[in-house]
């Protein structure tokens, strides 16, 4: 039996509650937001790996429609984003609307109309919004042998917290952003931790406080505030972007200060050596920790920079060599950020998969709106991620441009959009031109902002606030239209 709605939302991130917060507030009322958990929270459910927090402000990482004044530190722990996206939703009674333990399987643009499978039956609507978002699928690598391994296996978005780790001889994969964070936490109760690092990472100092009862009595009190303090805390975080973007001299300066906090962390002049990296600030994420250089200078911490040959039913063993008992593997290795799902999920016209239609790399005009595609918008995509800022910041400006396209829509009478091939095309060279010279690109490294043919499809290589200006407003001439 399928279920007719005119708008299907998917996922309940920050992405797909934004979005489903603003649809009722516009007066939109006939949509499902469709999750594959049995709540909501997205990435801000599923990563509850210990030490997991946020590494953008709390004031700034919050919708603006909705600010928190009980946040507890500068810096939000986990357990306390899921819950603001918990407490926004019924806020705001979106639950309602939203259909729990819905995995969407595929969504096939057929005779003017979407038409959405999941696991629990059939949806058709006239528009479908993607809040998927890119830290959604867990990237894993395929290691030689790994099926043999008689150890305990998983990654760090999928937490086994039956698993005690005491005493226990751990392997860590990866040093990216969640690595760091839980390497400190289980370093202290396991026997033995091995961390094998392909490539180390820049870490500056984490400004993090708790936040005072007077603080947050203020905030309360006077809402404007907290809001003066959030517009202070993003105009520091756009003047970022001209070290990452504009003024390559900035981010050598802002280097010094990673350089003196390695320094100042790790005293062995060896394990210094093996965890400085060779490229400029910014080039990969950058990253904010306290204690993660502290924790590899313990004795019980082994730093290994050989690659992994394979692995054998009790341990790793690297290309040189050498053999390293473990019993448990702990994946730190990120996301699928430029090899979604999706892509393989959405057909748009003539059958075309979003993969097909980007084979020469992801792309979408204003990072929201795909040719072939009709009345399909995406929510953090191509191109709109941030190395500096809040992505609630960018989600908010997509949703307002979605919003805005579908007043236009009903002002219009119309029944389908669809942007137009050449629009894209200029908006997407527009973006790789203000790329070339971005520390993402010339930056000497390899991250996973870039795809395999060395595209950053990722980032949006300017300020926020451009960004904004650009999806201020929905303009119906970029579009292929036709009318109901």
Known sequence: MENKHRIVVIGTGFAGIGMAVRLKQAGYDDFVVLERANDVGGTWRDNTYPGCRCDVPSHLYSFSFAPNPDWSSTFSPQPEIEQYLRDVTDRYDVRRHIRFGHTVESANWEDGEWRIRTDQGDFVAQFVLSGTGPLAEPSVP??????????????SARWNHD??????????????????QFV??????????HLFQRTPP??????????????KAVYRRFPLVQKAVRAAIYWGRESMVLGFAKLPAIMKQAQKVAEKHLQNQIRDPKLRAKVTPDFTLGCKRVLISDDYYPALARPNVEVV????????????ITDQGVKHEVDTIIYGTGFRVTDLPVMDMVRGRNGQSLREAW???????????????PNFFMLIGPNTGLGHSSMVFMIESQIAYILDALKTIDARGLREVEVRPEVQRAFVDGV??????????????????????GRNTTLWPSFTFRFRQLTRHFDPDEYQTLAM
């Open 142 to 155: 395929k290691l030689p042998g790994i099926e043999e391994f008689e150890g305990e296996v998983f990654h």
């Open 163 to 180: 698993l005690d780790l005491a005493g226990r001889k751990v392997a860590v994969i990866g040093t990216g952003a969640s690595a760091i």
């Open 184 to 193: 400190p936490a289980i370093q202290p109760e396991v026997e033995e931790l």
């Open 202 to 215: 820049w870490v500056m100092p984490r400004p993090d406080r708790k936040i005072s009862a007077t603080e």
């Open 305 to 316: 920079t050989d690659g992994i040959a394979q692995v054998t039913p009790a341990g790793v």
């Open 359 to 373: 084979s020469n790399g992801m792309e979408a005009h204003l990072g929201t709106a795909v040719s072939g595609f």
């Open 432 to 453: 790789r031109t203000s790329m070339k010279n971005t520390v993402w690109t010339r930056g000497g490294c390899t991250s996973w902002y870039v795809d395999s043919e």
